[in-house]
Structures are given as C-alpha cells and as structure tokens.
C-alpha cells in the first residue's frame, strides 16, 4: 500500500463542512483511495472510496485530484457524532490484497 | 444483522497466562480478519480468512498467537504466554467478498487485553 500522511488532528464547528486532507503521493496507477472512521471504543468504519473521479455516498464525499497525489473528504454538515478519528488508506481492498491503517485525523466537531 | 460481535469485551490476565478471544462475524460473511490496535495507532493487521482456510498471517503474528476458523463460521484468537507487550485492543472484522469487487471491511468493538 501507498504511504498516506494526513493532519494528526483538525477541528470543525457543528454544522459546518469538515474537509479532512490526506496526502498520497506515491500512490500508483491503479491503487484506490479508501476512508474509514473510528469513533471513541468501536472499531473502524467504512465510509467511501475512489480511483480517480470524484464520489459521493450518504456519508461523505471525495475529492480526488488530478494528478491523485492527494484528496479531501468532505462531511457536508458536520454533527457531533462525526467527531472520530479518520483514516484514509491509499491501497486496494480486493483479492488478497489487505488494507494498511496510518495513524489517521482526529476530528472533533465543536459545538 | 447483528454485526460483528465480539467476547469479552475486556481482558485482564497476568503475564504467561493463556488468553482466548471469540469473534461471531456478520452471518454469510467469508472473509474473517483479526486485527491489533494500541493506543494512538491504526489498527495492524493480524491474519485472515477465507471461510475456513487461513490464507494469510502478518510477521507480526508470533508463534505464541494462533487462530481459528472452524466450519468458517465464527474465529478464536488464542495468545499463549501473554507477555505485557500483548496489550491490545484486538480488533475482528468480516466482509462479503465477490469476485472485482472491493471489500469493505465490518469490525466489532474489539476486545481491550490488559497484560499485568
């Protein structure tokens, strides 16, 4: 897997748009992006992923540049509940093929 | 749908003793995955299976760790001669595999070992 180098920490007030960025640039050609969010004593959590187009699902949306050495996922309207560490693994999630975790964002969402 | 469903949900042993942690996954799932987290880290990956077969197991899986998949239904992680750096949050996840398609991962709530 792509080495992936997020913020260790970001906060967002309640309400508004949460960009959390994450940096990959020695992604390669046909590895993916994938984010996953872990809140305070439950395990992680699929939320979205991409190749190189842009995705939206009913939790988030990503952003992925051009060149794909970055992208942005974005939680339109942040709630308290979003507050979470988040990961963002540049890699591939099929075949035999297994997911490497960074040490991700810690995203508080302030009142 | 339950969810993945893991036992206990706190662990304390003291060092060398034999530890054992169940995992029931998502029911239908095939793939099984064991994980490790400690504090302020990603979770590590461990081992995984593919119904019952274990098709993979990270160097970081020491011989005194050993898991199981019988009938490809639920796991069992053992640790033998828990040594303090065993302390963990072990992590399990499931996830319905087809063939091209990309995985998503499910995973319980972890058990927390404490090593005294």
């Known amino acids: 897997d792509a080495k992936t180098t997020q913020p260790p920490s970001m906060d967002c007030a309640e309400g508004r748009a949460a960009n959390l960025p994450c940096n990959h640039s020695?992604?390669?050609?046909?590895?993916?992006v994938y984010w996953y969010r872990q809140i305070h004593s439950q395990g992680p959590q699929y939320i979205i992923h991409g190749l190189k187009n842009n995705e939206t699902n009913e939790m988030a949306s990503l952003i992925i540049t051009e060149d794909r050495k970055s992208s942005t996922l974005i939680l339109p309207h942040a709630t308290l509940r979003d507050t979470a560490v988040y990961y963002c693994i540049a890699g591939y999630s099929f075949g035999n093929e297994k997911l490497t975790f960074g040490t991700g964002t810690r995203l508080t969402i302030i009142p | 749908d339950t969810g993945v469903s893991q036992n206990p949900r706190h662990k304390i042993t003291k060092r060398g003793q034999n530890v054992t942690f169940r995992c029931d996954p998502i029911s239908e799932h095939n793939r099984l995955y064991w994980y490790r987290q400690t504090l302020g880290q990603g979770p590590e990956f461990l081992t995984y299976?593919?119904?019952?077969?274990?098709?993979?197991k990270s160097r970081l899986l020491s011989d005194r760790f050993s898991a199981e998949r019988p009938k490809g239904s639920f796991s069992t992680l053992e640790i033998q001669r828990t040594e303090q750096g065993d302390s963990a949050m072990y992590l399990c996840a499931s996830s319905l595999l087809w063939t091209g398609e990309h995985e998503k991962l499910f995973f319980g709530s972890g058990t927390q070992l404490s090593v005294l």
């Open positions: 020695t992604i390669s050609g046909n590895e993916y």
């Open positions: 299976f593919q119904n019952e077969a274990q098709l993979e």
